[in-house]
């Protein structure tokens, strides 16, 4: 793989002088386009050649992607570091056989989990759970990182179904977090969902005591108003939470990849079990196009060799995720942790250093809004920052028919001024009456864009349940393929630990409680100032 590292990177380098607009054609806009579970994939507007495709393929090849992809989905401990299967897609397994395990099939379970969560869901929406003060209107969940951005995320994209009762989240440990959620609420008709797969998150448990405190003050039985999703039911018991509203999952659903288990409740009650199973099953017309489709015509595997492409052959070192629906706004937050947690890894599953860059910085924000705060930047700024595109056919405001019309035009025109640009003559001849001589020159210099920028667009129907499944499955499986092909473990997170350890021991030093002196100096002076300062 070394070889293919550093001949992908040549291919990069000699891309550099390539025209993106001479390579477009109308063979070119299909035959590097992708359709899957109703959806398109264009990665035309990229530099990427022939030639640069079929090494990539053979990257897939020399990595053995399709028999660790058969891995993946047969249950086997893949996640090597945690002696763990991978198996969030059997949550999503409706009309699939069974799933092994150690020799048992984990289906019925996961079936029966989902039964259960659609009946405690049905019950609040249907106000047969009731709260101290009557039917349940607000549902809080606290958690955080995969159990907080999957749900928010969904919660917020499938606002057109959320028919349930009002759904909130709580994740930062800041108390001005869940103080200003909790603030308006009744708590006689609240329930608290406590999403923690460990139930240990130092952020979750102090926000699940917080609002237990907040609760008492009005609640004669707050823990009949909480409910817990977790893999630690020991804990959620100690909590005081009743085993009839506790949810449980094995460990071989990752944080990142667990909301279409328990922790989809809280977006369960919002938009309903016909809803979620929709959800459910857009995921998995996913899973069975990147089980059975040749790579060439498969999404997840091109979404992933263009990002690599761009990433580790080009040397862009982020990427930036486009949503042009509002309702996306969380999606690029989802991802960064998806991405970033799941491939941001220096070393490869057998502890080597890698021998090139791990995954890239992810970042974005809903499309339009973006294109008034950091579009100049990917437009005309030093660095190339390939763009992902996404925007729907329609939306659901129909009497609206126009701005989604714009909005489309929006995306599509963004893509297509990143691609063409702007010479210097046409800048010129936009000005040519305003200014002349050295000034035309000066002044038609800024108004250049040098265009050639790489983007790839996705576009689906309509944001539904089965659509956002599809998308979400889409880029798990792109995390996948690109952690294979970069030799390492996507399913760990051993990155996130020693910053939790340390502000584990830092607590007591910022109360006063310990001494600062073990910490280094500027630690240690911050310390003093935010404690002369208040803290
Ligand atoms: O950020 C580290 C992490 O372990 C994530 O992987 C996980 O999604 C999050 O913390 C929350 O963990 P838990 O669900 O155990 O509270």
């Given at each position: 793989m070394k070889d293919m590292w550093s001949t992908l990177a040549q291919k990069g380098q000699a891309a550099a002088g390539r025209s993106i607009p001479e390579l477009m054609s109308a063979e070119r806009a299909d035959g590097y386009a992708v359709e899957a579970c109703g959806m398109r994939f264009d990665?035309?507007?990229?530099?990427?050649t022939d030639a640069d495709r079929d090494h990539l393929l053979a990257m897939c090849d020399a990595a053995g992607l399709s028999d660790k992809r058969r891995a993946m989905f047969e249950g086997r401990a893949i996640n090597e570091t945690e002696g763990r299967a991978v198996l969030h897609t059997a949550l999503r397994n409706l009309s699939g056989g069974a799933v092994m395990i150690d020799e048992q099939d984990v289906m019925p379970r996961v079936l029966g989990t989902l039964a259960r969560m659609e009946g405690f869901a049905r019950a609040v929406r249907e106000g047969n759970f009731r709260g101290q003060g009557g039917a349940i209107t607000d549902v809080v969940n606290i958690g955080i990182g995969g159990s907080d951005l999957g749900p928010a995320m969904a919660t917020l994209a499938l606002a057109p179904y959320h028919d349930g009762p009002r759904c909130h989240f709580v994740s930062n440990v800041d108390g001005a977090h869940i103080a200003d959620i909790l603030g308006p609420l009744n708590p006689e008709t609240t329930l608290i969902i406590v999403a923690s797969k460990t139930f240990t998150t130092i952020e979750t448990m102090t926000n699940a005591a917080t609002a237990k405190a907040w609760m008492a003050e009005r609640v004669r039985?707050?823990?009949?108003?909480f409910a817990a999703l977790s893999t630690a039911q020991d804990k959620t018991a100690a909590f005081g939470i009743s085993e009839t509203r506790v949810f449980g999952f094995a460990d071989w659903v990752g944080g990142r990849y667990s909301m279409w288990g328990p922790i989809g409740l809280s977006l369960l009650i919002a938009i309903g079990p016909e809803a979620f199973r929709a959800f459910l099953r857009g995921a998995e017309s996913m899973d069975i196009h990147f089980k059975s489709a040749d790579p060439l015509e498969n999404m997840p595997v091109m979404l992933a060799l263009t990002g690599l492409w761009h990433?580790?052959?080009?040397?862009?070192a982020t990427r930036a995720v486009l949503p042009y629906e509002q309702r996306l706004n969380r999606l690029p937050a989802y991802l960064q942790q998806l991405e970033m947690e799941s491939n941001?890894?220096?070393?490869?599953m057998d502890g080597a250093d890698l021998p090139v860059d791990s995954g890239p910085v992810v970042w974005g924000e809903p499309g339009t809004n973006g294109q008034h705060a950091f579009y100049q930047l990917i437009h005309q700024g030093t660095r190339i920052i390939p763009c992902e595109f996404m925007v729907g056919a329609e939306g659901f405001e129909h009497e609206l028919p126009h701005q989604h019309r714009l909005l489309i035009a929006n995306c599509l025109a963004q893509a297509e001024a990143l691609m063409k640009g702007r010479s210097l003559d046409e800048a010129k001849a936009l000005i040519k009456d305003k200014f002349s001589g050295d000034e035309l020159e000066r002044q038609a210099r800024h108004r250049v864009f040098p265009g050639n920028r790489p983007s790839t667009m996705l576009v689906y129907p309509k944001l539904t349940p089965e659509v956002l499944g599809a998308i979400v499955a889409l880029y798990e499986h792109r995390v996948f393929v690109e952690g294979v092909l970069l030799g390492i473990n996507s399913f760990d997170q051993w990155g996130v630990e020693l910053g939790k350890e340390l502000a584990k021991a830092l607590e007591p030093v910022v109360a006063g409680e310990?001494?600062?002196?073990?910490?280094?100096a500027s630690t240690a002076s911050l310390v003093g100032w935010l404690q002369r300062h208040g803290a």
């Open positions: 990665y035309s507007k990229t530099a990427m039985d707050p823990a009949a108003q990433n580790q052959g080009c040397g862009h941001g890894k220096r070393v490869s310990t001494s600062a002196d073990d910490k280094d």
